[in-house]
């Protein structure tokens, strides 16, 4: 009587457990399909991000290599006049001795002389003014003066002008180049590293212009925007989180933070021109200004941050703090903010690094400026490594945009070290918790 029960039941299990299988592959095709979708989402990715460097590596990577001639220079008294040495045409002086060198003679309109102007840099002649200012013993003899050629003879020299484009298409003539070949070849000009791109701030001249100044004025303002940004933003997070009460009132704010978030970041430059420049008279592109308008802009992502690492932190550590004679305050900053730090730390660290890459917001408030020097207080005229590769990348000289590429390269090793410190004091205070 058992086998007659079972027998009859056996064949309704097959459909049951052909079904189940069905679902199961099912299941396990939508899982692997959904791997897929996401490996492919992370290699385009990759791809993308691969050209994207590559391809500013490619354009910048020349600037970090420049090429370099000595030569001998004869101060003539005879055109030197010790009352006036201001007013001295020490470019000329240079010329006169590459002329020399090069065994050339110039003609009674300066054409000669101009070409040879056209490859070496001015620096030549302010290194001469300064020699003599110094020491005017100096005067009808003859030194040596290091410098840089000038921006198209150091991209003749890079391969960037080409002896085969037309020379009604390129700014150097064949004479011209005759004569950067002839130096090539007698060693007097000498490829090295571009150490003047890192201790130079801008300037006119491409061959002279560097990073310093930008990267002394995104330090200052990024101290301004950490000053202000960082405590009142984790101070707000708490209070918001851990003591406000829950109304209307917490609720529209809460809402208004994250609006705020998502505001296109000119906004807060406009807000900066009207409320720190126009009403507070703060003084215009210096890294004073700049710090206060990205605080603001920093503000809401620092509390976003910090809200929701505190919220992170298990229920039972404020409820064990409470339940040993603990108050609220001693709850939460002994116990739950220590805990909430790390990623507090990231939050605050990653807000910095994104602020560090704006250049809408410093636009309005005028930190767009030629600054050829690097900021000597908060409330000096600067520019800043974004606003610095604008300024060049729209500059005429061709010579510019491989400075651009290369301050990018700088401005991104400056957001990776801040990623990196901000893994690194993650995980360290992750194991001393």
Known sequence: MTDAAITPGAPASRPALSARDALLKKRHRSEKLFRAQGIAAIVVAMIFLVVLVGRIVVQGYSTFETHTLTVPVYLNPERIDVTALEGVNYDYIVAEAMMKKLGVQDDDLG?????IMDLTSRDFGNQLLQMVKKDHSLIGKTVNVTGSVKADADLYYKGEIERATAEGDRKLDNQQLDWLDRLKADGTVKTGFNTKFFTNSDSTEPEQAGVWGAVIGSAMMLVITAMIAIPVGVMAAVY???FAPKNRWTDIIEVNINNLAAVPSIVYGLLGLALFINWLHVPRGS????GLVLALMALPTVIIATR?????V???IREAALGVGASKAQTVFHHVLPLA????MTGAILSLAHALGETAPLLMIGMVAFVPGAPESFTSSATVLPVQVFIWENASERAFHERTAA????????MIVMNAAAVILRRRFERRW
Request: hydrophobic share 45%; charged share 10%.
């Open 111 to 115: 054409t000669t002389s101009g070409k």
């Open 407 to 414: 301050a990018i390269i700088v401005l991104l090793v400056f």
């Open 240 to 242: 918001l989180e851990e």
């Open 314 to 316: 298990p229920p039972s």
């Open 287 to 290: 890294p004073l200004v700049g």
């Open 308 to 312: 929701s690492s505190l919220k992170a």
């Open 341 to 344: 730090l790390p990623g507090v």
